[in-house]
């Protein structure tokens, strides 16, 4: 079974750049983790935000990887940069769960 969800990261103002590097040297431990299927990343201009789309085991693999990510202490690292830090990131994760057939 396949699990999808998408993860915003609202840049602040400037902060486009370093964003991008964090998502860039953050992203191979995140398709490492168990579970972990497949994770793309793209860009929205209009609203200054990256987007990854992830494709988990389960939502319980992701919610472990989550908790792992909050653990780490991500959420200093990502404040300067994110809008709202990372409590908006996980407060806005949109759970998609299986594809349909239609």
């Not at 969800?5 to 860039?24: Q, S, Y």
């Not at 407060?91 to 299986?98: E, I, Q, S």
Request: charged share 25%; glycine share 8%; aromatic share 12%.
């Amino acid at each position: 079974m396949k699990y999808l969800v998408c993860v915003d990261f609202k840049c602040k103002e400037g902060a486009t750049d370093a964003v991008g590097e964090m998502l860039r040297a953050a992203l191979p431990g995140t398709r490492d983790y168990d579970g972990c299927q497949n994770v793309d990343v793209y860009f929205d201009e209009t609203s200054n935000t990256y987007s990854a789309l992830e494709v988990w085991d389960s939502a319980e693999h992701y919610k472990a990887y989550l908790n792992y990510r909050t653990e780490s202490g991500i959420a200093d690292a990502v404040a300067p940069v994110l809008e709202g830090g990372w409590d908006a990131v996980v407060a806005n994760v949109k759970w998609l769960g299986d594809k349909t057939d239609i």
